[in-house]
């Protein structure tokens, strides 16, 4: 397995594919990049600056600043993964809260931030050997990638997880919020303008709502060897 290629990973929201994207990239000593959460430094970025609440979003301010806004990741050997920067500060557990999750599909239909994340996306993956997650990798990003996922799950079965994820580190949550924000992202995702959320016509489609995570990389780790490594 000497080949380096690119592997995009789409889907909806809490499908796991950042688990997938993880696991793939350890085992194949791949560069992971986990490009939701660039999306989501940006919207933490814009609430500490009183950009954007519920009710307000000053797209206008929020463009001006993104030449001021770094976001880097650094990989934490004693986590295996890298975690995620915001002009030099570790903000890995607050870009994950349910706050920052109901304001960042709204961030990420903006043309100039999409333009900025996309390109620095694809310098990060330049040289090949790079698993990304996301919404627009096998579309946009990436479109010549070896191999492409998309992965789906209905959106009862998501929410079940994604509140487990919550709840597990300490956050107060309710089961319906969570339903409700994963809902509303997929209908923001896939109906926005610019790169919205849709099956890459060479993508391989993986419905994961009754597959265990231990399947679910056995079989894709053995389409990685046999339709792109060889
Ligand atoms: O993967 P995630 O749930 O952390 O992504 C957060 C949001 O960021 C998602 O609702 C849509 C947006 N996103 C995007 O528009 N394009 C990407 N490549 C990745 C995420």
């Known amino acids: 397995m000497t080949k380096k290629i690119t592997i995009a990973i789409d ?3 809490s499908t796991g ?25 940006v919207t933490l970025y814009a609430m500490q600056q009183n950009l954007i609440s519920k009710n307000h979003f000053n797209t206008t301010e929020l463009i001006d ?38 304001l960042v599909s709204k961030v990420a239909t903006i043309s100039e931030i999409r333009k900025k994340l996309v390109s620095e996306q694809q310098n990060m993956g330049k040289n090949k050997g790079v698993v990304m997650d996301g919404r627009d990798i096998g579309t946009v990003v990436f479109p010549n990638a070896e191999l492409k996922l998309f992965m789906t799950a209905s959106a009862d079965k998501r929410a079940k997880r994604r509140y487990k994820e919550l709840v597990d580190r300490g956050d107060r949550v309710n089961y319906e919020e969570i339903l409700h924000n994963v809902q509303e992202r997929d209908r923001i ?5 610019d790169s919205p959320l849709v099956v890459a ?26 339709h792109a490594l060889t």
């Open 11 to 13: 889907g909806f929201s």
């Open 17 to 41: 594919k950042s688990t997938i994207a993880k696991q793939l990239a350890k085992e194949l000593g791949y560069i992971y990049v986990d490009t939701g959460a660039m999306y989501r430094a």
């Open 65 to 102: 600043d993104l030449s001021s806004i770094s976001i880097s990741f650094v990989f934490n050997p004693s986590l295996g993964y890298a975690e995620v920067y915001l002009n030099g500060t570790n903000v890995e557990k607050e870009i994950r809260t349910i706050e920052v999750s109901k």
């Open 189 to 193: 995702d896939s109906t926005r303008a």
């Open 201 to 226: 016509e060479d993508a391989i489609e993986f419905d994961n709502s009754d597959m265990g995570l231990k399947e679910q990389f056995e079989r894709i780790l053995n389409l990685v060897k046999t």
